[in-house]
């Protein structure tokens, strides 16, 4: 049977594909591609960072306290990034070994993919509780304990739930006094001005913000 014509309407890009596609059913109506078929799809359409941003997406384990299997497994990325005569199949298995389990939104993967770009992100722990005296203060997006140093993304919830924003508020100030230094980057640092956020960071590290090397601008282009 001939390919249908690919799908049109507002933020969605279609695409025709000739080859065979088994699908399973999401809400017993929509008919989508495995994750994994649909990963090898969308690659030689994606820049580097978002190829990372999907995989981070797929790696994540949902349901109660992150017990549910995720979309896709690392042994499974691993095999699918080494599989022969693939598309783009370079792209694949840089961006699988820039992947990490942990990451709960698009905006802080690009995040990480910045101090990854210069160099920062060695020693910085994904989506980590901390806590004090009195208990549990929170989890936060990236942590690195050996430098007491906590680099997170606000989103514009952060700033205008003001029931979330107090909690936030709380939750940093606990942090501070348990000795943490917290960096809290907001998107127009992250998309539009990554080494403001890069240099931050290296100045709370201690370290000389490195020159980017040839090819790696790659983790800072998503527009």
């Given at each position: 049977?001939?390919?249908?014509?690919a799908?049109?309407?507002?933020?969605?890009?279609?695409h025709?594909?000739?080859a065979?596609?088994?699908?399973?059913?999401?809400d017993q109506?929509?008919?989508?591609?495995?994750?994994?078929?649909?990963?090898?799809?969308?690659?030689?359409?994606?820049?580097?960072a978002?190829?990372?941003?999907?995989?981070?997406y797929?790696?994540?384990?949902?349901?109660?306290r992150?017990?549910t299997?995720?979309k896709?497994?690392?042994a499974?990325?691993d095999?699918?990034?080494?599989?022969?005569?693939?598309r783009?199949?370079?792209?694949?298995?840089?961006?699988?070994?820039l992947?990490?389990?942990?990451?709960?939104s698009?905006?802080?993967?690009?995040?990480?993919?910045?101090?990854?770009?210069?160099?920062?992100d060695?020693g910085?722990?994904?989506?980590?509780?901390?806590?004090?005296d009195r208990?549990?203060i929170?989890?936060f997006?990236?942590?690195n304990?050996?430098?007491r140093?906590i680099?997170e993304?606000?989103?514009?919830?952060?700033?205008?739930?003001?029931r979330?924003?107090?909690?936030?508020?709380?939750?940093?100030?606990r942090?501070?006094?348990?000795?943490y230094?917290?960096?809290?980057?907001r998107?127009?640092e992250?998309?539009?001005?990554?080494?403001?956020?890069?240099l931050?960071v290296?100045?709370?590290l201690?370290?000389q913000l490195?020159?980017l090397?040839?090819?790696?601008t790659?983790?800072?282009?998503?527009?």
């Amino acid at each position: 049977m001939a390919p249908r014509n690919a799908s049109r309407t507002r933020g969605v890009v279609g695409h025709q594909h000739g080859a065979p596609i088994s699908c399973v059913l999401v809400d017993q109506h929509l008919p989508v591609a495995p994750p994994q078929q649909a990963l090898l799809q969308a690659v030689p359409s994606l820049s580097l960072a978002e190829v990372v941003v999907a995989i981070d997406y797929l790696l994540r384990p949902r349901g109660p306290r992150d017990r549910t299997r995720p979309k896709l497994t690392m042994a499974e990325l691993d095999a699918l990034a080494c599989t022969p005569n693939q598309r783009c199949g370079h792209r694949l298995r840089l961006a699988a070994s820039l992947a990490r389990i942990g990451a709960e939104s698009r905006m802080e993967t690009l995040l990480r993919l910045i101090l990854a770009a210069y160099g920062l992100d060695e020693g910085f722990e994904l989506q980590v509780d901390l806590s004090d005296d009195r208990g549990w203060i929170g989890r936060f997006d990236l942590v690195n304990a050996a430098h007491r140093l906590i680099v997170e993304y606000d989103g514009e919830q952060h700033r205008t739930d003001a029931r979330q924003y107090a909690k936030d508020e709380r939750r940093i100030s606990r942090a501070w006094k348990a000795g943490y230094q917290v960096l809290r980057f907001r998107y127009p640092e992250v998309a539009q001005n990554p080494e403001v956020a890069a240099l931050a960071v290296a100045e709370a590290l201690g370290v000389q913000l490195r020159t980017l090397e040839p090819g790696i601008t790659g983790l800072l282009t998503w527009r």
